[in-house]
Structure formats: C-alpha cells, structure tokens
C-alpha cells in the first residue's frame, strides 16, 4: 500500500491523549479531510516541536503521513489569531468538540462546517451567547444530512407563525390544534426564526434550544453528552 502524504492542511485538534511514554493521539478536524487520527511521535518529550502546539481550539497547519487508520503528524504549525479560550467560552468549545467527535465520520470532509466551527470558535473568544450553539449545531445537522424542514410543514403548507407544531424526525413538522398536545411543541414562528438565524426573541431562542437538544439526542442514539452532563452539575447549588 502506498504511503500516503498530505501537507498543509488547516486544522484543528479536537481531542488528544497519551500514546506509549512519550507520544499522543490526536483526534482532529482538518478542513479538506474532516476527521481524522494522527500519531504526534515523541510530542510530549520536554524539547519537542509538537509539545504545546497540539491545543484544542488553536488554528494549525498539520502534514502528516501514512497508510494506515492513524496517520503520523509530520509538521505542525500554529496559525494564530484565535484568543485562548476560558470560563463558559471554553466549556462551550467542548460541546462543540464532544458533537463532532460522536457524529463526524472520519475522513468524511465538510469544508463549510470547518469554517463555520473555526467563526463559532471567534465568536466564542468575544463572551459565547445561545444564539451561536443553535446556529452551528443547525448547520452541523445540515452538514451530515440531517437538514431541518422549516419552510413548510409535512403536508407542504407554509409554516404559520401563529401556529404550533410538532417536529417529527421522519414527518418534520406536524401541525397541532394547540401547544398542549405535544410535549415538544414549537411555534411557527421558532422554526421560521430558526431558519433566518434570527433569535432576537427569547421564545424563539428557548424553543430552538429544546428542538436542537431532542434531535441531537435522537441522533446520538440517546447518548448523553458529557459537557451537558458536566455543565447541569456545575449549575447545581
């Protein structure tokens, strides 16, 4: 099998951990490849090259190497640009990452999500807000081919703001009689909101929340996320 070289490739790390005494595995996004395992050889050696590079959130150029599943990381680059992230910004980095490591194929390439996590990350930096998370995970679910109904219910009529519906994964969304007749009612006007990027109406931004939280979970065969997990307990008194 030919061993196979990339270079340059924007990226960034979304996980790593110790491999052997002195190495690591790195989980990462890499623009034109999407995710991928790399081998860093001797990166937490005390003289290193990739020691301290290998930052989560950090915009690098990666060259790496290989044949096999886990390829190994021949230059790394640090790009710069992205302030370190810290308190709420950086546990909101995490959820990001957690999403893409559950549901990212590897070596699946999705361009515009790279660049849509590398704005969220910038975004971040300045005080993260609600309205960021429901924007990338809505273009996360758009990116792996779960894209949201939000023009028209499932009988092809136009949503009505006035009205309410039920989100349904196969159907998408059902108009109902009244808001009580579904535990997970959104109103039109939500899913139109949703579907501009407008959550300047608290309602809206709520409801979005919610809507964006049932899918995921479905998505993710029920599997709860470990930063929502951490992020409830540090919210208990």
Same mark, same amino acid.
């Given at each position: 099998?030919?061993?196979?070289?990339?270079?340059?490739?924007?990226?960034?790390?979304? !996980?790593?951990?110790?491999?052997?005494?002195?190495?690591?595995?790195?989980?990462?996004?890499?623009?034109?490849?999407?995710?991928?395992?790399?081998?860093?050889?001797?990166?937490?050696?005390?003289?290193?090259?990739?020691?301290?590079?290998?930052?989560?959130?950090?915009?690098?150029?990666?060259?790496?190497?290989?044949?096999?599943?886990?390829?190994?990381?021949? =230059?790394?680059?640090?790009?710069?640009?992205?302030?370190?992230?810290?308190?709420?910004?950086?546990?909101?980095?995490?959820?990001?990452?957690?999403?893409?490591?559950?549901?990212?194929?590897?070596?699946?390439? !999705?361009?515009?999500?790279?660049?849509?996590?590398?704005?969220?990350?910038?975004?971040?930096?300045?005080?993260?807000?609600?309205?960021?998370?429901?924007?990338?995970?809505?273009?996360?679910?758009?990116?792996?081919?779960?894209?949201?109904?939000?023009? !028209?219910?499932?009988?092809?009529?136009?949503?009505?703001?006035?009205?309410?519906?039920?989100?349904?994964?196969?159907?998408?969304?059902?108009?109902?009689?009244?808001?009580?007749?579904?535990?997970?009612?959104?109103?039109? =006007?939500?899913?139109?909101?949703?579907?501009?990027?407008?959550?300047?109406?608290?309602?809206?931004?709520?409801?979005?929340?919610?809507?964006?939280?049932?899918?995921?979970?479905?998505?993710?065969?029920?599997?709860?996320?470990?930063?929502?997990?951490?992020?409830?307990?540090?919210?208990?008194?």
């Amino acid at each position: 099998m030919q061993r196979h070289r990339v270079d340059g490739q924007p990226a960034f790390v979304l !996980h790593a951990y110790p491999f052997r005494e002195t190495s690591l595995i790195v989980e990462a996004f890499a623009r034109d490849v999407g995710r991928i395992a790399l081998l860093a050889r001797g990166a937490r050696r005390p003289r290193s090259a990739l020691r301290g590079l290998l930052m989560a959130f950090q915009p690098l150029e990666l060259s790496w190497a290989g044949k096999g599943e886990i390829k190994t990381i021949m =230059k790394a680059e640090w790009q710069g640009g992205q302030p370190l992230l810290s308190g709420r910004a950086l546990f909101c980095g995490y959820y990001l990452n957690e999403l893409l490591l559950d549901l990212l194929p590897r070596e699946d390439a !999705h361009a515009r999500l790279f660049s849509v996590y590398a704005e969220t990350l910038r975004r971040f930096a300045d005080g993260p807000k609600e309205s960021d998370l429901r924007r990338f995970e809505r273009a996360f679910l758009q990116e792996l081919g779960y894209g949201l109904t939000l023009q !028209h219910d499932d009988e092809g009529q136009p949503i009505d703001p006035a009205r309410y519906y039920a989100y349904e994964i196969e159907r998408g969304p059902v108009r109902l009689q009244a808001a009580g007749d579904s535990a997970l009612a959104v109103s039109g =006007k939500t899913l139109i909101d949703l579907d501009a990027g407008d959550f300047s109406d608290p309602r809206s931004l709520l409801e979005a929340k919610q809507l964006m939280r049932t899918l995921i979970a479905h998505y993710t065969g029920g599997k709860g996320l470990e930063t929502r997990k951490i992020f409830l307990e540090l919210q208990e008194p």
